[in-house]
């Protein structure tokens, strides 16, 4: 079974440095979405990205934060630098014609 | 605002108990409604959706959820818990016009061998 995928499982970086979250969605999807949740907390979403542009983004998703689809298979969230409050988990989802969210394994990310 | 709320945060059941999981949602239009699971160390895992029609959908190992239009709720339900349902629930609302889900907090659900 198809499913989405991320990398790295977990990452640490110090504070002010920039950190790219990387998600492969299921193939045949065109919905990808990224979502946080710090511990906790309740998941929250941050950005939705439909042909190669931002559809919907949250006001936690400000000027620091970017996304991108590189390649026909990768889908980044970079955080251009890092605040302690950053610190969370990082989901990643895809989408196909259905209104169904696949959710990859998620980042933790911990920002010292 | 939208929002989900689920009333109970941590749930302790012994094996073979009946489960009942409230969720509630503030957003008057059509909505779509989604379960997922995360068991310790994985995943969210889709448990079930409502798009439309018969308002009591069943998902996988034994759940379902029914959706009263009346009280903005989709609770979820199981006649009889296992162990291995031990995880953490969480209801989501997809609203019409967005590309987004809206989480409610999670449900800790312990299940007592």
């Known amino acids: 079974e198809p499913e989405v995928t991320q990398t790295p499982s977990h990452q640490v970086t110090q504070m002010g440095q920039e950190v790219i979250l990387r998600c492969v969605p299921i193939s045949n999807h065109l919905y990808f979405y990224w979502y946080r949740q710090i511990l906790g907390q309740k998941v929250e979403f941050l950005v939705s990205?439909?042909?190669?542009?931002?559809?919907?983004k949250s006001e936690i998703f400000d000027d620091q934060f970017s996304v991108e689809r590189p390649d026909g298979s990768n889908f980044t969230l970079k955080i251009r630098s890092t605040k302690l409050e950053d610190s969370a988990m990082y989901f990643c989802?895809?989408?196909?014609?259905?209104?169904?969210?696949?959710f990859g394994p998620g980042t933790r990310l911990t920002v010292l | 605002a939208q929002s989900v709320s689920q009333h109970n945060h941590h749930v302790i059941l012994s094996e073979a108990a009946s489960l009942e999981l409230g969720c509630n949602y503030s957003y008057g239009g059509t909505v779509n409604l989604f379960w997922y699971v995360q068991y310790p160390g994985q995943h969210l895992q889709l448990l079930l959706k409502y798009f439309s029609g018969d308002p009591l959908v069943k998902g996988i190992k034994g759940f379902e959820a029914e959706f009263i239009k009346s009280k903005f709720s989709f609770n979820l339900r199981k006649p009889s818990v296992q162990w291995s349902d031990t995880a953490e629930y969480f209801c989501?609302?997809?609203?019409?016009?967005?590309?987004?889900?809206?989480f409610g907090t999670g449900t800790r659900l312990k299940v007592l061998a």
């Open positions: 989802a895809s989408r196909g014609l259905l209104n169904e969210q696949f």
């Open positions: 989501a609302v997809g609203p019409s016009g967005t590309y987004k889900y809206i």
């Open positions: 990205f439909y042909n190669n542009e931002i559809s919907e």
